[in-house]
């Protein structure tokens, strides 16, 4: 076993988020594993922008209040101790509550170096009309 190395945290870049977030590495295999984990800090109104992950994404929030949307569906809530899956493929986004802080653990897998497309394919910001839009209880 080994004790892996602890990378910066990282500002996330603002073609890919709204407001302030920091990402924190905790897993990246090397294949032929293509886990990757990130621990994903949003302060109050911050969030990703619309994307979509080649082979889908599951979402276990740790702390806060946050929102998250797939295209198409209402917006809805989820809280400490939910765990949110999409699909390969589907267009969503996730962030903090306007109000509240929100931390989550984002777990995905690499398509593979010979896939020929992104983990992620980053489209445009959520509008402040999309991120207002009455959430549904999660
Ligand atoms: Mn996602």
Redesign the pocket.
């Known amino acids: 076993m080994q004790f892996l190395p602890k990378p910066p945290t990282q500002k996330g870049r603002e073609e890919w988020f709204t407001g302030d977030v920091y990402l924190d590495v905790i897993a990246k295999g090397e294949e032929p594993s293509r886990i990757r984990v990130n621990a994903v800090r949003f302060t109050p109104g911050a969030r990703?922008a619309w994307?979509?992950?080649a082979v889908g994404?599951t979402?276990h929030v740790t702390d806060g209040l946050g929102l998250v949307q797939s295209r198409g569906e209402d917006v809805e809530r989820m809280r400490a101790g939910d765990t949110v899956h999409?699909p390969a493929g589907e267009w969503?986004?996730?962030g903090a509550d306007p109000e509240h802080h929100m931390t989550h653990l984002?777990m995905?897998e690499s398509p593979g170096p010979d896939a020929g497309v992104p983990e992620?394919e980053w489209g445009e910001h959520v509008t402040d009309e999309e991120y207002r839009a009455d959430p549904q209880p999660g």
């Open positions: 990703t994307h979509r992950h994404q979402l999409t969503h986004w996730h984002a995905w992620t």
